[in-house]
């Protein structure tokens, strides 16, 4: 008699404790879909900014290069390239960085939802750009990195900077007006060019030296060019 009720009650006990269980698993799910469900209306709603301040930003760089062309007849620029990083690809960064799915994550840590990519024709050029950019209202330079003066070991040579912009627009953080990162690399034409055939060599560890003496030609030729170009400025400066 007690060991039948034993076997009454041991089965009610299992069904008892996988429902608690189940309740917790379901309490989880709509616990981190509401967490998620709002960090992606937090990332939407700064999104819908980003291309205004990418246009803002845009406008000034070309507006300062009309002006320079005028001035010295010489290019500021040859190609800008921007992108604004889609939902996915700002989530997939997230993750691998082991950062929570937010918007601050997505934004104020990571800082690159927003990229630029200028080319220019000569060295100099990348330097008065720079220049320019720390004069703009509103723009701090977050975060700087000279690869051309400090090349890589690898031969990789470019300017970096990470800039905070204050904008008319709200934050992530409720602020207004907010702050948001603009991520900004400049290069020469030959310094474009090296990256882009580094970055397409699945093994380049495997041709490293044959990469770094391809680079150290290609600066070579960058320092060239820019002495032929101070040249002709020196002979147009004279003539006038």
Not at 108 to 113: E, N, P, S, T, V
Request: charged content about 30%.
């Amino acid at each position: 008699m007690h060991q039948k009720s034993e076997r009454r009650i041991f089965p009610f006990t299992k069904l008892k404790v996988n429902h608690f269980l189940l309740k917790a698993d379901m309490f989880t799910c709509l616990s981190w879909y509401n967490r998620k469900t709002k960090a992606s209306k937090e990332r939407e709603t700064c999104e819908q900014y980003l291309p205004l301040i990418l246009e803002d930003f845009t406008q000034k760089i070309k507006t300062a290069a009309l002006e320079h062309k005028k001035t010295t007849s010489f290019k500021l620029y040859e190609h800008f390239h921007a992108r604004i990083k889609t939902a996915d690809s700002m989530a997939e960064k997230c993750q691998r960085k082991n950062l929570p799915l937010t918007a601050e994550s997505a934004l104020k840590q990571i800082r690159d939802a927003i990229g630029i990519r200028i080319i220019t024709g000569f060295v100099d050029d990348i330097y008065q750009i720079i220049d320019f950019i720390r004069q703009m209202p509103g723009i701090h330079i977050f975060k700087e990195k000279d690869y051309i003066n400090q090349v890589k070991p690898n031969g990789y040579r470019s300017y970096h900077l990470i800039l905070e912009v204050e904008t008319p627009y709200p934050d992530c953080y409720g602020k207004t007006p907010g702050k948001y990162f603009i991520e900004v690399q400049l290069r020469t034409i030959a310094m474009d060019s090296w990256a882009s055939l580094e970055h397409q060599i699945k093994n380049p560890e495997r041709i490293e030296r044959e990469l770094k003496r391809c680079a150290d030609e290609l600066a070579s030729c960058d320092l060239t060019m820019q002495t032929i170009r101070n040249l002709i400025q020196e002979s147009n400066e004279r003539e006038d």
